[in-house]
């Protein structure tokens, strides 16, 4: 059973910034693609970002273009999420992804402050 721990959330005020991280478990990490999600309060859950095996090609949502960074270290078997300039908007849970493999993280909270 693979185990995905996200961390790093937490309260900030607009306009600041936080990383987040994931740890997977298993170094079958490096051959999936990851993703970051997030579900706010009352929404569907969204991806906001996803990066390929190797780390070259990314996607973001157009809500997060240009102020999230997905990055990914695979001898921690870890991929982060970079998010600066950060809008009360971006309040929600966030998850990590293993896509493909449908393993997901127990989420870490984000609360921006206007």
């Known amino acids: 059973q693979v185990q995905l721990v996200e961390s790093g959330g937490g309260l900030v005020q607009a306009g600041g910034s936080l990383r987040l991280s994931c740890a997977a478990s298993?170094?079958?990490?490096?051959?999936?693609?990851m993703g970051w999600h997030r579900q706010a309060p009352g929404k569907m859950r969204e991806m906001v970002a996803m990066?390929?095996?190797?780390?070259?090609?990314?996607n973001y949502a157009d809500s997060v273009k240009g102020r999230f960074t997905i990055s990914r270290d695979d001898a921690k078997n870890t991929v982060y999420l970079q998010m600066n300039n950060l809008k009360p908007a971006d309040t929600a849970i966030y998850y990590c992804?293993?896509?493909?493999?449908?393993?997901w993280g127990q989420g870490t909270k984000v609360t921006v402050s206007s």
């Open positions: 992804e293993m896509i493909d493999a449908d393993y």
């Open positions: 298993t170094s079958i990490f490096r051959i999936y693609a």
């Open positions: 990066i390929l095996h190797g780390g070259i090609i990314t």
